[in-house]
C-alpha cells in the first residue's frame, strides 16, 4: 500500500507543464437557470444559462448579460461568451423566445422591443441578489434586438419604471438599429444614466445608411455624447458576427422603416476585432486590466 501511495504521489507530481495549463483553464461552472418575469400582463419564466468563471481566490465576479437578437439564441452570444468567461467574467445568455412560445425570426417575435424590456431588468436584478455576483459590476451586450435593449436600458426614462434600484454599469449594443433613436416614440435614447455605453454596427447595415448612426450619436446632448463610444465597420452587414451560413430576411423596420430585405452576411475576421473590443470594454469598465 505505502509503494503505491508513492507511486501515485510521483505520478501526479510528474504531469507536464501543459497538462497543468489544462486543469487551470477548466470550463466555467455552467447552470440552466429559470427567471419569473411579469411582461405585457403576462406572468412568464425565461430561461438562461449562467456561466461562472472557476477561481477560488474570487469572492465576487462582475457579469455580463448577454441579450440575443430576432433569431433568438444562436452561436452569436457564444461567441463572446467563452472570451467574457477566460477574463474572469460571468454571464447570463437569456432565451426571451421560449417563455413565450415564440420560435424567433422577424415573422415570430413580440410585437414591439418594449415588451422585452423587463426580461433584461429581471435578469439585472437577479444578478444582484446573488452572493457570487458584484452588484456594482454588472453589463448588458444586445445583438440587433437585444441591442436595442442595450440602448434603451442606458436612459433614465427607462430605469425609473423597471421596478429595481439596480443600474447596469455598462451596456454594449450591436447594429441596434440607428435610424429609429428619437424619432419613433419608445425609442427615446437620452438622458442616459451615466454608465458608458459602447454600439458596434456596419457601414452596409440594410436597417439603416451611411451616416445614420453617426448622426444619431451626434443629436445627442453634450452629456451624453461623452458616454457614447461607436465603432464603425466598412463593409459590415447586419449581424457581422452571426458565424453561420449568410442569411437573407424581410423586416418592415429595414432601410429606415420603409421595410425590406436584410442581409446578414458572416466575417470571422471583423468577428474577432468586435469580440477583441467587447472584452477590453468589460475588462476596463470591470477594472480587470
Not at 28 to 51: K, M, V
Not at 81 to 108: C, P, V, Y
Request: one cysteine or more; glycine letters at 8%; hydrophobic letters at 45%.
Amino acid at each position: 500500500m505505502r509503494n503505491i501511495f508513492f507511486i501515485c504521489l510521483f505520478g501526479l507530481l510528474s504531469i507536464p507543464a501543459h497538462a497543468v495549463k489544462i486543469l487551470e483553464n477548466q470550463l466555467p461552472f455552467i447552470h440552466y437557470l429559470s427567471l419569473p418575469i411579469q411582461s405585457a400582463g403576462q406572468d412568464l419564466t425565461l430561461s438562461g444559462e449562467f456561466r461562472l468563471p472557476r477561481d477560488p481566490e474570487v469572492e465576487q465576479f462582475p457579469a455580463v448579460i448577454v441579450l440575443h437578437s430576432s433569431g433568438g439564441v444562436d452561436s452569436t452570444g457564444r461567441l463572446y461568451i467563452k472570451a467574457l468567461n477566460n477574463a474572469g467574467i460571468a454571464t447570463f445568455e437569456l432565451d426571451m423566445w421560449g417563455a413565450r412560445g415564440l420560435s424567433g425570426g422577424t415573422a415570430d417575435r413580440p410585437a414591439t422591443v418594449q415588451e422585452t424590456l423587463a426580461d433584461a431588468f429581471a435578469a439585472l436584478e437577479f444578478l444582484a441578489q446573488r452572493e457570487d455576483i458584484d452588484a456594482d459590476r454588472i453589463g448588458v451586450l444586445g445583438f440587433s434586438w437585444g441591442g436595442v435593449l442595450s440602448l434603451l436600458t442606458a436612459t433614465e426614462a427607462y430605469n425609473a419604471i423597471s421596478g429595481t434600484d439596480v443600474r447596469f454599469a455598462g451596456h454594449v449594443a450591436h447594429y441596434p438599429v440607428c435610424w429609429a433613436y428619437n424619432v419613433l416614440p419608445g425609442f427615446e435614447f437620452s438622458n442616459l444614466t451615466g454608465s458608458p455605453v459602447m454600439i458596434q454596427s456596419g457601414e452596409l447595415d440594410d436597417y439603416d445608411v451611411p451616416g445614420i448612426c453617426e448622426g444619431m450619436v451626434a443629436g445627442l446632448a453634450a452629456s451624453d455624447q461623452e458616454l457614447v463610444d461607436l465603432k464603425m465597420y466598412e463593409n459590415a452587414y447586419h449581424a457581422w458576427d452571426r458565424l453561420e451560413p449568410a442569411l437573407v430576411v424581410e423586416d418592415p423596420f429595414a432601410h429606415l422603416g420603409q421595410g425590406g430585405i436584410v442581409n446578414l452576411v458572416p466575417d470571422q475576421k471583423l468577428a474577432k476585432k468586435s469580440r477583441k473590443r467587447v472584452v477590453r470594454f468589460f475588462k476596463t469598465l470591470f477594472d480587470l486590466d
